[in-house]
């Protein structure tokens, strides 16, 4: 058997495997001396069929599959050995000089694509900040009032308030509250609510002191405040809203919350016996998990930095190779999706390279232990559920075997690895900034 290589492309070659007959014709004689054993043939005892029968009916299709397995066995050797960093899987080169028929030596051919070869210094990037937020009283005193809202109670009120929550319906209408009919273009209607704290100051005294049966114009564009989903706020569809920008609200019926005192009662309610007991240790908990969510959102925002800094080096790619890969196969990538897999493609090895040079690896009991946090989290599970270990490992295994959500916990686990890379090794001006500023400057 004799491997060979040759370069077609920048980083895309050829393989070369000639294949004699004595390296194959061993395994096919030991597997046609099988077949002729359980060979049950009207006329003939049990492994007294002629061979010559046997290697008719079986010879060819046994030397196809001894050929296969030979290929795939001596290709994923010489890529091994020779050390060769390869893009997808190798491409066999279609032959119609392959004589099967003789004992002639068989060359088959595999196109492969290549990984470039990087060097990345983060230490060198330039124009990344990295921002601390500010927290103020005000911003603790708002999680405090926020918490004893989310375990407060609802009451019907006659008349609206601030804060008060509007049930009603919404109906699309057009700048001065002129109803769209239905089959007429944009006619939108729902029954929804209004929470009147989501809206600006000015538009709020508009509904404040209505009633149930009166109803006003809500103009999306100038009544919601930054930082609300207008598609949350009224339930249609974002798309919907692309064109419909002003709705008539009926109001049938008001509520307000009636925040909770923030007592011993309700600290055991929500944190145990063992937990919170005052409102100092409430304001010293509601502080720390605001500045562990700001953090996070912090740090996501210096990773996009560096990533749209990254994206910006010279990576080169085996563009014939790959745009052959992908062309393949029973759904092949349309042309004017070409692009978008370059540039998924480009950072794949940008990453694997930033993780790879710092030592980062992720094997399966990270994996698993990353989906049992997520389930921990989602069923609202304490830090130290000891007692559901086994049913989180049993329910994690189970998630895990679908890929969707494999591919996730392994994508969510290298982000993690590479903003704590980014953070350490990328030299950021640092910032301090209010929420909001952060917000409106990272929404830009």
């Known amino acids: 058997m004799k491997v060979s290589q040759r370069q077609i492309d920048e980083l895309h070659n050829i393989i070369s495997i000639e294949i004699e007959n004595a390296d194959y014709q061993e395994k096919v004689d030991e597997k046609l001396k099988e077949y002729r054993k359980r060979a049950n043939v009207p006329g003939f005892r049990p492994g007294k069929v002629p061979m010559g029968m046997i290697q008719k009916q079986y010879g060819k299709a046994i030397m196809f599959d ?8 001596e290709l994923s050797r010489y890529i091994q050995d020779e050390k ?51 927290i103020s009283d005000k911003d603790v005193t708002e999680e405090v009032e926020n918490f004893g809202r989310r375990y407060g109670k609802m009451e019907d009120v006659e008349v609206a308030e601030r804060e008060d929550f509007l049930q009603g319906k919404y109906i699309a209408c057009d700048a001065k509250g002129n109803t769209i009919s239905e089959g007429e273009e944009n006619a939108l209607e729902r029954n929804g609510n209004l929470p009147l704290r989501t809206l600006t100051d000015k538009a709020a005294k508009n509904w404040v002191g209505k009633k149930a049966g009166e109803k006003d114009v809500l103009n999306l564009d100038k009544d919601i405040q930054k930082g609300y989903n207008e598609a949350s706020i009224t339930g249609f569809e974002a798309e919907q809203l692309e064109n419909q920008r002003h709705f008539v609200f009926e109001i049938e019926k008001i509520s307000r919350l009636n925040p909770a005192e923030l007592n011993e009662e309700l600290f ?38 560096v990533y749209e800094k990254l994206m910006e080096l010279e990576v080169s790619l085996p563009e014939n190779f790959i745009k052959k890969l992908i062309s393949s196969g029973e759904q092949p990538t349309p042309e004017e999706d070409y692009p978008a897999v370059f540039r998924m493609l480009k950072w794949q090895l940008i990453r694997d390279f930033i ?11 990270s994996i698993e232990e990353a989906m049992k946090q997520r389930l921990a989290k989602q069923f609202q599970l304490p ?31 290298m982000v ?29």
């Open 355 to 365: 993780l790879e040079k710092n030592e980062v690896f992720i094997d399966e009991k």
């Open 84 to 134: 060769i960093r390869t893009i997808g899987n190798p491409i066999p080169v279609p032959s119609d000089d392959i004589d099967w028929d003789t004992d002639a030596p068989k060359t088959f051919e595999f196109e492969i694509g290549i990984e470039p070869k990087m060097e990345i210094e983060l230490d060198k990037l330039k124009g990344i900040s990295q921002i601390e937020i500010e």
């Open 66 to 73: 001894e050929i296969n397995e030979m290929l795939s066995i």
């Open 383 to 413: 830090g130290n559920a000891g007692d559901m270990d086994e049913l989180l490992t049993s329910i994690a295994k189970q998630a895990l075997q679908k890929e969707e959500e494999r591919s996730k916990i392994i994508d969510d686990l």
């Open 416 to 444: 993690g690895h590479l903003i704590s890379i980014f953070d350490a090794q990328v030299k950021a001006k640092k910032k301090t900034m209010k929420w909001d500023d952060f917000v409106e400057m990272a929404s830009k």
């Open 268 to 305: 055991e309610q929500v944190f145990g016996k063992d937990g919170l007991k005052t409102e100092d240790e409430l304001r010293e908990f509601l502080k720390n998990q605001l500045l562990a969510e700001y953090d996070n959102q912090t740090k996501q925002y210096m990773f996009n930095q």
